[in-house]
């Protein structure tokens, strides 16, 4: 080759590999556009502000009776994982090939009852989820129509006075196993002709009212509501059927499958406006955000993104604070129908899947919520904090994945553990990766100087991020608080918006929220009704936010009524921190229906306690409902009340003589007896003071001192624990 050959090869050689190398690198920029985007998104959070709507446990579980004796011991003890206040069970009389059935068995003129297998049921269900949703539903075969076909359970009763009878049994039942402050729904799906009701809303009007008045009869303290509605046809007549005849009625109830259950919510909200009854509560008693072609075998339902989907449908539900419960469909896969892969738990393994380790991770996270600012509309996120605890959870519905730059700020503790754990294809995916054990991916001890912390990590494509740090000293975040038996919440929703004020109640911790919302004159109210409670409640409140005094109706209030043998409120205490107008006309909705009989000016509601036993009226029958009042205090305002056994204020000492007329004498001080932080001490040294009302935990009758602990009342108005020798 000549060297102008050579050189003109070498131009052309040249000139060949420039031209590769740029169709290489074209290639190389189009492959990289069709790829997903990975920008970065930049997440704060403000662990001192807080923010509407907190992030109550009102998420629970619904459980078929496609399901076996073996698989309840197997998977009900893994409740205790989670943090769900309220399990369904749909009790399915009449399809006696199911758990637990037949439960009613004889002949329509003398019915008997075989209540053993349902009570065992809901029995291990209530051992972790304090509230209960019994479905009395269907048609039992000693009342069916067709009782030779399979399908005949699907028809309306032959006898409704005997059906009603039968609900009233149930009702009694659940009194018998104290299964309180919990929800008795009539019938399922009525509305869904093809599934399980052959007749008409008539009809089911008919079954409704002899049903509702049967279960008022057998247990006047259990909420029964209804139609439990594949769809939200029938709410308007039920309403008006109840209006025209006075029945009761304390909930509406409706199902939703798929990601909009809007529809079913303002369809309930519009029938309950009609109602006119401020207590009456709305309840989705079935929800899955898959239809039928997403919750088969190797579907979504199984995969790692049933784990984003289960957040993303969260923040609707919070912000409906007038939608009580919410029963997710379903805990454990139901049996039969192969192809159904609903639950939270595999029903041939007892494995936990992604869904499962989603209602873990939710119920790890602090109540109240904090400001969360995330970059971008892509990955989304929420935030909580409490005194021990600081957690964040974002989760990614895009197909890309996307680095994370997290900051927590605000952190209310000096040290702590950093925990990181992901749920995506290649973590805590039962179905992709066959490792059923929750498992963390980062976790580290940190200090915390500056009370901040910055987290770099991933959220992949649908996938989850859960991020939290938990103090050295941190105490449990939902301790079962047992103070007694909670008979019924009264709620109150004068305006059913989400921007309307709020009250809301954890049966579990005993622990009252309430909030202003955006409406600065709103009202949020809610009583607890308990019995078998201690002599002292002790209340330790947080508050977010300064009450404005804006009229005489402006309150926060705390009131206990006390019921009488005779079952009727008959005495009433009223305590607040002056931000109360005595004589004002609005009273409460329950308990004496009147102005309080007493009312106590404390320092502080925040830290006060409430002497049950030093108020109770003569003939006192063990029953309270304890009333939170918030009312007309400027938008915005946040208030917190953790309720627990308290002790006796006053003097604490011995009794050492008493007259017999039964004037106390002398009161000595017990050795080393010290005040409480918020303690009104009463007034005088003790000496003197007619006895007006003793009350003693010996049981002995009222008036009567008793060697052991009394707790007297004197003529100044003080209450007093003394030892009597």
């Known amino acids: ?23 290489l690198l074209c290639a190389l920029v189009l492959q990289m556009s069709l790829l997903p985007l990975r920008s970065q998104v930049s997440v704060h959070v403000y662990g001192s502000q807080w923010e509407d709507y907190p992030l109550v446990k009102k998420i629970g579980l619904y459980q078929t009776p496609l ?38 068995v004889g002949t329509s003129n003398s019915p008997s009852y075989s209540m053993s297998e349902i009570n065992y049921l809901l029995t291990q269900a209530r051992r972790y989820c304090p509230v209960l949703v019994i479905s009395h539903g269907y048609t039992p075969t000693i009342l069916q129509r067709r009782p030779t076909e399979w399908s005949g359970f699907m028809d309306p009763p032959t006898d409704l006075g005997v059906w009603g009878a039968i609900n009233e049994r149930f009702a009694r039942e659940w009194k018998t196993r104290n299964f309180t402050n919990s929800y008795v729904e009539v019938w399922n799906e009525p509305d869904l002709r093809d599934g399980f009701f052959t007749g008409g809303v008539e009809e089911y009007l008919d079954i409704y009212e002899s049903a509702a008045l049967g279960v008022s009869r057998g247990n006047a303290d259990i909420k029964v509501g209804g139609p439990s509605g594949a769809f939200n ?69 199984e995969r790692a993104e049933s784990a984003m989907t ?25 049996g039969f129908f192969v192809g159904d892969k609903l639950g939270l738990v595999d029903r041939d393994s007892g494995a936990r899947k992604a869904l499962f380790h989603a209602f873990k991770l939710y119920g790890m996270m602090p109540s109240d919520r904090r400001r969360m600012s995330v970059s971008g509309g892509v990955v989304k996120g929420m935030a909580s904090a409490s005194g021990d605890c600081v957690a ?123 909030s202003s919302n955006k409406d600065a004159g709103g009202l949020a109210l809610i009583g607890i009704e308990a019995t078998r409670l201690p002599d002292v409640l002790q209340v330790d409140g947080l508050r977010s936010g300064t009450p404005i005094h804006r009229s005489s109706t402006s309150a926060m209030t705390i009131r206990v009524d006390y019921q009488s043998s005779a079952g009727e409120y008959v005495h009433s205490v009223l305590y607040h921190e002056g931000l109360y107008t005595a004589g004002r006309s609005l009273e409460l909705p329950w308990g004496t229906r009147r102005a309080p009989d007493e009312v106590e000016e404390v320092e502080s509601l925040n830290a006060t306690s409430l002497d049950l036993a030093a108020h109770q009226p003569e003939g006192f029958n063990g029953r309270v409902v304890i009333t939170f009042e918030m009312r007309n205090v400027g938008a915005g305002l946040k208030q917190n009340y953790q309720l627990s056994r308290g002790t006796s204020t006053g003097i604490h000492g011995v009794l050492t003589e008493a007259d017999a007329s039964g004037t106390v004498v002398d009161v000595m001080p017990a050795t080393g007896a010290k005040g409480q932080a918020g303690e009104r001490v009463c007034t005088g040294s003790g000496k003197g003071g007619t006895v007006m009302k003793v009350y003693n935990v010996s049981g002995r009758p009222q008036g009567q001192l008793v060697k052991g602990i009394n707790i007297v009342r004197n003529a100044d108005g003080c209450a007093r624990k003394v030892y009597m020798k």
């Open 1 to 23: 080759m000549s060297s102008h050959a050579s050189v003109v090869y070498k131009k052309l050689h040249t000139k060949q590999m420039n031209m590769k190398r740029r169709v």
């Open 67 to 104: 399901v076996s004796r073996g698989w309840l011991d197997r998977d009900f003890p893994k409740l205790s994982e989670l943090e769900s206040r309220s399990m369904r069970y749909e009790m399915a009389c009449g399809k006696d090939d199911l758990y637990g059935q037949p439960c009613v």
């Open 233 to 301: 046809w029938w709410h308007q007549a039920l309403v008006d059927r109840v209006k025209s005849r006075d029945l009761p009625l304390d909930f509406l109830s409706g199902h939703a499958y798929g990601a909009d259950y809007s529809w079913q919510l303002d369809g309930m909200r519009q029938a309950l406006t009609s109602l006119g009854r401020n207590e009456a509560e709305m309840l989705l008693t079935e929800y899955s955000p898959y239809a039928a072609a997403d919750y088969q075998k190797d579907g979504p339902v």
């Open 310 to 334: 289960f957040f993303n449908a969260l923040p609707g539900f919070l912000e409906c604070p007038d939608l009580t419960y919410v029963n997710w469909a379903q805990y454990i896969d139901p």
């Open 392 to 514: 964040a959870v974002l989760w990614n519905p895009s197909t890309s994945e996307h680095p994370l730059s997290v900051t927590l700020d605000d952190i209310p503790f000096g040290s702590g553990t950093l925990e990181v754990y992901h749920i995506d294809e290649g973590h805590n995916s039962w179905y992709e990766t066959r490792k059923g054990t929750l498992t963390k991916s980062r976790s580290e001890h940190i200090e915390l100087a500056d009370g901040s912390v910055r987290v770099d990590d991933v959220v992949r494509s649908k996938g989850v991020c859960f991020i939290r740090v938990v103090a050295d000293d941190a105490v449990p975040l939902y301790p079962r608080m047992v103070l007694g038996t909670i008979v019924r919440t009264h709620q109150w929703y004068p305006k059913r918006t989400n921007n309307a004020s709020y009250a809301l109640f954890d049966p579990k911790t005993w622990t009252v929220r309430l």
